[in-house]
């Protein structure tokens, strides 16, 4: 078995265009090396297994042998030292990049997004686990999605972590010093990892995928330097420069405070990828428009957040404007809408931005956050409610903000139990596990003849609007008469 698992791999590596030919040899001997053995031999008949087999029964041996425990985590970063050993080195990726990219943008994304899943670093296995579905709003058909790619770690792993020395390599999981790195308990293992390094801003960036794809082509565009997220005039160039180079991809940028912003704040980065989310596909509600720029399209979005949307050819242009909206919001106070700029020093106001290339025109939507909380909403004023959070209670990022619900992992055991509770009329409240729902399903079950048949049906529809509601609670100004007049009144003191 590890002699067919060692041939395959090798087979597989050279299949998908990690190795040559001529590599053969030399890739069995370093697989050897990773397993501490000294003996192989090829087998005669052609291996018939899939990748995920391989790397299973490769650590399996290793557990059998004593090489690593017996745990997701420490299978994980060894099974990504055998898929190191057939990576290609950085300046090959580099180059075979430069080259599709000498055709087109969009083959130098295919080939480098291939890339990345035949390498294992985008595990496609786990991504396939993922539950994924979509709900009709009058907003649009918004995303909802289960994440069961990214593992939990095992107790041994998390025990063992205590006794991991602190290090200050990488700095932190988005530094270019992740390229090659071998992982440890506290760190992903990135020996099959590689980054295209780009320029955007006059700056060097590097460009890689997300392990945990969340939709297609999920990008991750990052700052060679380790350096803040900041939302500034900077951040709306260096957004349509990346467009410039890739107008097939959006690119946008998380907050830069707590509780609107992403989970990563130490290290200024971007998301994006070939994906067309409900928010780029809204209409625009009401045009505007800005004094000193006529040139320029406006617009407020029919979204359930607040976002306006510009529209230019010149990318320039964008920026500018981009810039006098942001300096415009973070220090606006209106008082009747609840909009505070700071309170006690503390900023509150901040944009999450989107480019995109729409045509011959750069687009850009700019959507208003504020992070104030009260004693009654403690987590954010502008933020999911208590009574959502069964369902989702953590930040409202970037992906969110476009439409796609990334949920805990959580929710599909629960969904399962509800599900058996409510056809079975068993009593939602006796299970501590899905006791935080009795109340959400109350509020909606009288709505349906319930049967075996509908009930998941019934439970994703529900889903999908309580996200809808979610997206809501997170806009600044409400999509009523008096959120409307509110916003205009921002926008007329610009």
Same mark, same amino acid.
């Given at each position: ?35 501490? !053995? ?135 999981? !988005? ?64 957004? !349509? ?173 629960? !969904? ?79």
């Amino acid at each position: 078995m590890i002699n067919d698992s060692i041939c395959f791999l090798v087979e597989y590596a050279l299949k998908n265009g990690l190795i040559e030919k001529s590599d053969r040899i030399y890739s069995v001997n370093r697989l050897l090396e990773v397993l501490g !053995l000294n003996d192989y031999k090829a087998p005669r008949e052609p291996v018939k297994m899939t990748l995920t087999e391989a790397l299973g029964n490769l650590c399996d041996y290793a557990v059998s042998q004593g090489l690593i425990e017996d745990s997701v985590v420490y299978r994980d970063l060894f099974d990504t030292k055998i898929m190191g050993a057939l990576t290609p080195r950085p300046s090959e990726v580099i180059a075979a990049f430069n080259k599709q990219y000498s055709v087109s943008p969009e083959m130098a994304t295919d080939y480098f997004y291939k890339f990345s899943g035949d390498t294992n670093y985008i595990r496609r296995d786990r991504i396939a686990r993922d539950v994924k579905w979509k709900t009709d709003t009058e907003y649009g058909q918004i995303d909802i999605t289960i994440n069961l790619s990214k593992p939990e770690k095992d107790p041994k792993a998390i025990a063992a972590a205590k006794n991991v020395k602190a290090s200050g390599y990488p700095k932190c999981a !988005l530094c270019r010093e992740n390229e090659g790195y071998a992982g440890n308990v506290n760190a992903a293992a990135r020996q099959n990892h590689r980054i295209i390094p780009i320029t955007i801003n006059d700056s060097s960036w590097g460009l890689q995928y997300s392990p945990y794809v969340y939709y297609n082509e999920h990008c991750i565009c990052f700052n060679f330097k380790h350096t803040p997220m900041k939302i500034e005039r900077a951040t709306f160039r260096k957004l !349509l420069d990346f467009v410039k180079l890739f107008p097939h991809y959006f690119l946008g940028s998380n907050a830069d405070l707590p509780i609107v912003g992403g989970s990563i704040l130490s290290h200024d980065h971007f998301q994006g990828g070939r994906y067309e989310f409900a928010m780029a596909k809204a209409p625009i509600e009401k045009a505007i428009g800005f004094t000193g720029f006529e040139d320029v399209s406006a617009g407020i979005v029919k979204w359930p957040m607040s976002v306006i949307r510009l529209s230019c050819k010149n990318a320039d242009r964008l920026t500018e404007l981009s810039d006098k909206i942001l300096t415009a919001w973070r220090g606006y106070t209106d008082k009747s809408a609840f909009i505070f700029s700071q309170t006690d020093g503390e900023p509150h106001n901040t944009i999450t931005p989107i480019a995109r290339k729409r045509g011959e025109n750069f687009e850009i939507d700019l959507v208003l956050r504020n992070n104030i909380t009260t004693a009654e909403h403690p987590l954010g004023v502008f933020h999911p409610h208590a009574e959502l959070h069964n369902i989702k209670k953590e930040n409202i990022g970037l992906i969110e903000v476009m439409g796609l619900a990334v949920l805990p992992a959580r929710l599909k055991s629960e !969904l399962a139990a509800l599900a058996d509770y409510i056809v079975n009329k068993k009593d939602i409240r006796s299970n501590p596990d899905i006791e935080k729902h009795a109340n959400w399903v109350e509020g909606f079950i009288g709505d349906y003849e319930v049967t075996e048949d509908n009930i998941n049906d019934i439970l994703r529809e529900q889903v999908g609007k309580t996200f809808k509601t979610v997206l809501e609670h997170a806009g600044v100004y409400k999509c009523t008469d008096e959120g409307r007049a509110a916003f205009m009144r921002f926008i007329d003191s610009i």
